[in-house]
């Protein structure tokens, strides 16, 4: 006996083509699904490495300022929260340009150098930290001074001040001016290391 075709399913499609197009479909769902995974995870490391950086900011130094502590080209990570302490390296901005000095003094303390040319925070020298005489018509403060709060007294180097080719080798920075406290070296590789 011969099968007769109904009219209804004489368009229909094969086992093989409906095979074919359940595989078709499953690579597609499967390769959207991947690539909305994918997506999801560059978008969550975009958003973590930008929290990141905010905390963690990478700077480049400029200038051999620091060259005691810090040279030029050197690559280090800073804290952009809490606050600078004394004998900490802090970057901050003054008219738009980024330094780089060392923390001498916070809010509240007494600042004076005597005629020696030692920098005394509240009657007590500073050790290691020396000003020339020479060099002491380069503080941008009438001394003694107090610091205000929200402030930092910084200078530009712990062991003497010397020219750097701008103004501002001893100031007081603001505490909002701050980009961060100094923590590691991350640039060239064989000075990799703390900032101290």
């Not at 699904?33 to 400029?62: D, E, K, N, Y």
């Not at 303390?109 to 509240?122: P, Q, T």
């Not at 001394?143 to 010397?162: I, K, M, T």
Request: proline share 5%.
């Amino acid at each position: 006996m011969r099968r007769r075709i109904l009219p209804e399913l004489a368009g229909a499609p094969t086992v093989r083509q409906l095979e074919a197009e359940l595989r078709r479909e499953m690579y597609r769902y499967a390769y959207l699904r991947t690539l909305g995974r994918g997506l999801s995870v560059l978008a969550a490391a975009a958003v973590c490495m930008t929290l990141f950086l905010r905390m963690f900011p990478v700077l480049r130094i400029q200038g051999d300022g620091m060259a005691d502590t810090l040279r030029e080209g050197d690559i280090v990570i800073a804290a952009a929260y809490g606050r600078c302490t004394p004998g900490s390296v802090a970057a901050f901005y003054q008219n738009n340009t980024l330094l780089v000095r060392r923390v001498i003094a916070s809010g509240g303390d007494w600042v004076d150098i005597d005629g020696a040319g030692r920098i005394l925070v509240n009657g007590v020298p500073l050790d290691g930290v020396c000003v020339a005489e020479t060099h002491r018509g380069l503080c941008d403060s009438a001394l003694p001074v107090q610091v205000r709060e929200g402030e930092y007294f910084v200078c530009l180097s712990c062991s003497s001040l010397e020219p750097d080719g701008g103004s501002g080798r001893i100031v007081c920075a603001e505490g909002d001016s701050v980009a961060g406290r100094l923590l590691f070296r991350i640039w060239p590789l064989p000075r990799m290391g703390p900032v101290r």
